[in-house]
């Protein structure tokens, strides 16, 4: 049956890509009503070919919102997160420097969003050219980070899940920059955790992505105590800029 509109409803999908003599998928909706408070939950087993098209659909390809203060975004850490999300923000019109230690891993990225890309240009789902895409995307090692955040408005933390690494790395960014949003896509931390210590905490936003980040719409958005409403906005209005679907984290856990 069509989907309902990402405004209507939050759409977790998984998609989970296996290599056989033909691609397939396994999609799982879990999908809740703001209007009712209701969750449902439906399976399907879809071949890729059906599936890409449904994951734009609920997408919807918002790629218009006007938001003239951030243009350029630097992604910590090339993993399969960080190319994922950096993928999406080329896609958007937004020019991505992604950092990481290991040259091979910067490289290995690159050859990653173009094999990604290509798939989606097969099924017609690009609105610019696969070269054009890439233009916009720029690789660098981390010892490059002060000269890189220096000309961004926003940076996306992506590393590995470890308290101290990532602590680590929030604290280098901010001093690295007195004005960029620092953007943790943290699964496993709170912002209070992470930002403890920092001198400007209020910069800080949990803004968590589903893997592929490429392809899944909804993206969770939360604040530590100290977190400025005009950051969380901020990171909610650029997520609505590039196509996502952002879901405002009210309570979290520890």
């Known amino acids: ?60 390809q918002e790629m218009n919102m006007e938001n003239t203060q951030i243009n350029n ?36 990225s690159l050859s990653q969003i173009a094999t990604n890309l290509d798939l989606f240009e097969e099924y017609g789902l690009l609105q610019e050219t696969r070269p054009r895409i890439l233009s916009r995307i720029t690789t660098s090692r981390i010892e490059s980070l002060n000269e890189v955040i220096g000309k961004c408005q926003y940076v996306v933390e992506a590393i590995p899940e470890l308290l101290e ?19 943790s896509n943290t699964s496993s931390f709170t912002i209070d955790e992470l930002s403890r210590g920092m001198s400007h905490p209020e910069r800080v936003v949990g803004v968590h992505y ?30 609505l800029r590039i196509g996502k679907t952002p879901v405002l984290v009210r309570k979290t856990m520890p």
């Open 1 to 60: 049956s069509e989907l309902q509109s990402p405004c209507n409803l939050v759409c977790r999908l998984l998609l989970e890509k296996k290599q056989t003599n033909q691609y397939y998928c396994i999609l799982i909706f879990s999908i809740y009503i703001f209007f009712n408070d209701t969750a449902t939950t439906e399976i399907y087993t879809l071949s890729l070919h059906d599936a890409l098209p449904i994951c734009c659909k609920c997408w919807g």
């Open 73 to 108: 975004v630097a992604i910590i850490g090339a993993g399969i997160m960080g190319v994922g999300i950096a993928q999406n923000f080329a896609q958007a019109g937004l020019f991505v420097n992604l950092l990481d230690m290991n040259q091979k891993i910067l490289e290995k």
């Open 165 to 183: 690494a990532k602590t680590n790395m929030l604290g280098l960014i901010e001093k690295g920059s007195t004005i960029v949003i620092i953007a």
């Open 210 to 239: 589903f893997n592929p980040a490429h392809i899944i719409p909804v993206v969770e958005i939360h604040r530590g105590g100290k977190t400025l409403e005009t950051v969380v906005q901020a990171a909610r209005e650029l997520m």
